[in-house]
């Protein structure tokens, strides 16, 4: 699996740049993103970024968050507890 730290246009393959961003839980943000290209593209979207499992649990954990353990990280406590 390659890992990519650039966002890319679904139309173009330009990079995508956050314009702004807000934070509707403590787990889940949107998004307003536009292409890099914005004379030959002009793409311009709203996307959702959700936190989906922990694979590192926090030494200050917040009560109101409920992350489910990530596959590796529950293979990993199953582990040490045999």
């Known amino acids: 699996m ?7 246009c679904p139309h173009c ?4 740049r956050i314009r ?11 998004a307003w993103v536009h292409c ?12 959702g970024m959700e936190l989906i499992h922990t694979t590192c649990p926090s030494a200050k954990p ?7 353990p990530a596959p590796s990280l529950l293979a990993q406590l199953m582990n040490e507890a045999n």
């Open 36 to 47: 890099s290209d914005e004379v030959g593209c002009g793409f311009r979207a709203k996307m």
């Open 62 to 68: 917040n009560p109101d968050v409920q992350l489910p």
């Open 13 to 16: 393959g330009s990079s995508m």
């Open 2 to 8: 390659t890992h990519s730290r650039r966002l890319s």
């Open 20 to 30: 702004n961003s807000v934070g509707i839980t403590p787990v889940y943000r949107e």
